[in-house]
């Protein structure tokens, strides 16, 4: 079995757009008939914006023209070695250069699932799990002008069976990494105090930051929300500031 093409499709997403507006898929196919699907993820980032995902599908179309097309799908680790290794200053994990590996090698993944008439998890030694926990997104957008709203959307988190969920209580700002004021801080307090003040322990609440904080400024963050038992605290600081 060989790979003879790979096509991108771009998809508009049904309001109210979870994952992002547009949906950006590839089609792995082989001479044997058997085609992959596999999805780059695209998120928020380009918002209402198609022509950001041309570079995106552009380097997509690069790395199945060079690594991909002419190898047999089976063999998912030499395409995926080859591709991140083969060019040295590329050979770097990144958001733009991952995702595609990712959508190329969930592809050949289905390939090889339809192929041998076997779910994918079978082939990865097996099913564990009957069901997984989830979480909920709480846009930040709901409490951005009154906390209150917060504990409003947890009440409805709830009642839709969430037991989870995580929130950005800090607006990313640029240029990172930045110290997050006092009265920013006392903000996200509000937040925690109205979701527990509306669902109490019914809802584990993890806090993401885009890695916006200094060290500092991530400590006393910390030290202002721990009383409210954070699930998580998500990449406070820039990846870039290993120590």
Known sequence: MKVVDIKTMVVENIPPHRGGRYLLFIEVVTDEGIVGL???????VFADNLA???????????IGRLFV?????FHIEKIWQRAYGSRHDFRHPSLHATPALSAIEMACW????????????????????????????????????????AGEIAIE??????????????????????DISLAEITYAERIFESIRNAVGNQLEVGIGTHGQLTTYSAIRAAQALEKYQPFWFEEPVPPENVD
């Open 110 to 149: 289905d390939i090889v699932g339809k192929a041998a008439n076997q779910p994918i998890y079978n082939l990865l030694g097996g099913q564990y799990h009957d069901k997984l926990r989830a979480y909920a997104y709480m846009p930040r957008a709901g409490f951005d002008e009154d906390p209150a709203r």
């Open 69 to 73: 097309i002419g190898e047999n799908p």
């Open 157 to 178: 988190l709830v009642a839709q069976g969430n037991s989870a969920c995580k929130l950005d209580p800090f607006r990313p700002l640029y240029p990172l990494p930045r």
């Open 52 to 62: 950001g995902l041309k570079a995106h599908i552009s380097l997509i179309e690069e």
């Open 38 to 44: 596999g999805e780059r993820v695209t998120g928020n």
